[in-house]
């Protein structure tokens, strides 16, 4: 059974820097996209940032120009550099890929908390 494992998460001082790594442990065939969401507490899920299997990128408002999306198709990983961190950047951040296969499949969450 395919298993995403995330990494890189943890406690920064605003204005820091984090990078999220979310390898699949297995292959997952006709991967259609990857993407980044996270979800705060008493906040729903939300979409951080998406790659398509084409190479485009979206990325939500809030994260524009400080985060970056980026993939290794070699290694099924795909990175997360958070730059400029803020605290209301502090979420569980989860990664996803999606397979035009085999439906969405999902890591098991890595905290990202930004305080001082």
């Known amino acids: 059974q395919v298993q995403l494992v995330e990494s890189g998460g943890g406690l920064v001082q605003p204005g820091g820097s984090l990078r999220l790594s979310c390898a699949a442990s297995g292959s997952i065939f006709s991967i259609v996209a990857m993407g980044w969401y996270r979800q705060a507490p008493g906040k729903q899920r939300e979409l951080v940032a998406r790659i398509t299997s084409g190479g485009s990128t979206n990325y939500a408002d809030s994260v524009k120009g400080r985060f970056t999306i980026s993939r290794d198709n070699a290694k099924n990983t795909v990175y997360l550099q958070m730059n400029s961190l803020k605290p209301e950047d502090t979420a569980v951040y989860y990664c996803?890929?999606?397979?035009?296969?085999?439906?969405?499949?999902w890591g098991q969450g890595t905290q990202v908390t930004v305080s001082s």
């Open positions: 996803n890929f999606r397979s035009g296969w085999s439906g969405d499949y």
